[in-house]
């Protein structure tokens, strides 16, 4: 499975950004996906875990509101729409997946990252 992220950069407190993912190598539909974030000295978290299907959705209390996560399984693809940012959302974010169709924020449950991409706000 390869995921290759786009979308960051920088924007002014209270502006938006639409993180996309791109999955290719992924033949089974049957798995969860998510974004991760982490931000310089801290821990990686998780952000936003959506089921296969897509109508089961977890996000962490931080973005809950603000961010929204969704899947194009025609596009093949996985996006982050984050609104009302906030410096401490600044950070790098990653797309991950795991083989299961139980959504998690925990990193150790994916086996698949992205390179991330980097979200600064100011």
């Known amino acids: 499975v390869q995921l290759v992220e786009s979308g960051g950069g920088s924007v002014q407190a209270g502006g938006s950004l639409n993180l996309s993912c791109s999955v290719s190598?992924?033949?089974?539909?049957?798995?969860?996906m998510a974004w991760f974030r982490q931000a310089p000295g801290k821990e990686r978290e998780g952000v936003a875990a959506?089921?296969?299907?897509?109508?089961?959705?977890q996000y962490a209390d931080s973005v809950k509101g603000r961010f929204t996560i969704s899947q194009d399984s025609a596009k093949r693809a996985v996006y982050l729409q984050m609104n009302n940012l906030k410096p401490e959302d600044t950070a790098m974010y990653y797309c991950?997946?795991?083989?299961?169709?139980?959504?998690?924020?925990?990193?150790?449950?994916?086996?698949?990252w992205g390179q991330g991409t980097q979200v600064t706000v100011s």
């Open positions: 190598g992924q033949t089974d539909r049957s798995r969860t």
């Open positions: 991950a997946s795991r083989s299961s169709g139980l959504v998690s924020l925990l990193p150790s449950a994916y086996q698949a």
């Open positions: 959506a089921s296969p299907s897509g109508e089961i959705q």
